[in-house]
């Protein structure tokens, strides 16, 4: 068993790849726990998965060097770990030109979030397969002495086996992804602290940032509208126009604004979901929306209809400098929250990225953990919601009947006056 591990312990990067774990190390140079990560993976790997390959072997060198400078050394600085370095001996002057080129690349271009979250993963995974392969040797070794009762004390047997297991758990458990959350830790005794304020008063300078609706007065009340990286719960009673405003706001914020993604290869789009609604349903109530109920779209012909609908900036073709609205329709539960991300992935394979997000509504879609009883489902619901539009930096906009949420309100209030616990709101607003 253990041979086998052995033999699969093999670095995996190619020699670009390598280029870019250097930039994402000198790039996030205060994150210790990357640093960590790669510097174990790769003392992890056999020399001969990677000696064959001069130009990969250079760049293990390279981030071994780096990734202890961050951790052995404490520099959390970039140019303070360049500084640091030294090539000198074997592979003195193919680790300088590698170096000077990617300084050059760091300057002329940094990893953008998708890509060091990839990144961060690959590692991690690989690292996580090390571990197992390492530690599940003594388990191995172990399990064959309980089978064959090759043992003196059974309890001292049972601790042994139990601190292998232990030290296995943590260290999977010390393999974590850090990327994703180390983006948000900064420490107000740092420099790094005003490169901080920098990008939130530009961010919050861009008009993008926020999504304008139609109405001035909710506009004012959402302080300039809609806020990233938040959920939003329309309640109303039973045809009280809650699928209407729904509608609207993905129209409004078509018209209104102009949107700014995250990674500007990708166009911005804005999804409407609808799970009450056919998709037919959906745009005869967009047409009313623009021409009134009174006006029938099959009184037009077809380039007609279009034509009217290319005019109000819904119906863009051939114009990529124009938001881009998506229509998906599901029938009520055939999905949870976990598929509707999925399905935000699938768009950025297109070439697009969901700027706002509007689902019709919450009670019609499943929770990753179903639960039997609504109030529960609910709550859940919005949590994954509100992880979604946290992770994705959009907000969401969705609906639910007041009766169904004075039901849920019920309960947390009952629940809070009997036993004392902390109130916590529904929703993630």
């Known amino acids: 068993m253990a041979q086998i591990f052995t033999d699969k312990i093999r ?5 670009a790849q390598l280029e870019r774990i ?23 790997f056999k020399e001969e998965s990677y000696k064959n390959d001069f130009e990969s072997e250079i760049r293990v060198y390279i981030i071994k060097k780096i990734a202890t400078a961050i951790i052995e050394k404490d520099l959390t600085n970039r140019d303070a770990i360049l500084a640091f370095l030294d090539f000198s001996g074997k592979y003195e002057n193919d680790a300088i030109d590698v170096m000077n080129n990617v300084v050059k690349e760091l300057i002329d271009y940094d990893l953008d979030d998708s890509e060091l ?21 003594d388990i191995a070794d172990l399990l064959m002495d309980l089978e064959n009762e090759n043992y003196e004390d059974f309890d001292d047997f049972i601790n042994t086996f139990e601190g292998s297991l232990s030290s296995l758990a943590k260290n999977l458990k010390s393999a974590k992804e850090s990327i994703k959350d180390s983006k948000q830790d900064i420490s107000l005794a740092s420099d790094q602290f005003v490169n901080v304020l920098a990008a939130m008063i530009e961010e919050d300078r861009n008009p993008s940032t926020k999504i304008k609706t139609g109405i001035q007065y ?16 329309a309640l109303g009673l039973a045809g009280g126009w809650k699928s209407g405003f729904l509608l609207n706001s993905a129209l409004w914020s ?3 604004n102009k949107f700014s993604t995250r990674n500007p290869k990708l166009k911005p789009v804005v999804v409407y979901l609808t799970m009450e609604n056919s998709r037919n349903e959906t745009i005869k109530r967009m047409w009313s929306h623009y021409f009134g109920n009174d006006s029938e779209m099959s009184a037009y012909e077809p380039a007609d209809a279009a034509r009217m609908l290319e005019e109000q900036k819904i119906f863009t073709p051939n114009r990529p400098d124009l938001p881009e609205l998506i229509i998906w329709h599901r029938s009520t539960k055939s999905i949870n929250t976990a598929d509707m991300n999925s399905m935000l992935d699938d768009l950025e394979k297109e070439g697009k990225e969901c700027v706002f997000l509007v689902q019709d509504y919450i009670k019609r879609i499943r929770s990753t953990v179903n639960h039997k009883e609504l109030r ?3 709550s859940i619901i919005s949590d994954e919601f509100a992880t979604i539009a946290k992770e994705r930096e959009i907000p969401i906009l969705t609906a639910m009947q007041l009766s169904i949420w004075l039901t849920v309100w019920q309960h947390i209030v009952d629940n809070f006056l009997n036993c004392g ?9």
């Open 254 to 256: 078509v018209k209104h």
């Open 421 to 429: 616990k902390p109130l916590r709101a529904l929703t993630t607003c």
């Open 22 to 44: 250097i930039i994402a190390m000198l790039g996030n140079s205060h994150n210790k726990v990357f640093a960590g990560n790669v510097l174990r993976l790769f003392n992890m």
């Open 117 to 137: 979250k990839e990144l961060d993963k690959k590692i991690t995974q690989q690292l996580k397969f090390s571990v197992l392969g390492n530690d599940s040797r």
């Open 218 to 233: 909710i506009n004012e009340a959402f302080n300039g509208g809609f806020e990233k990286s938040r959920v939003y719960l």
């Open 11 to 15: 670095m995996k990067f190619n020699f």
């Open 376 to 378: 529960f489902e609910l």
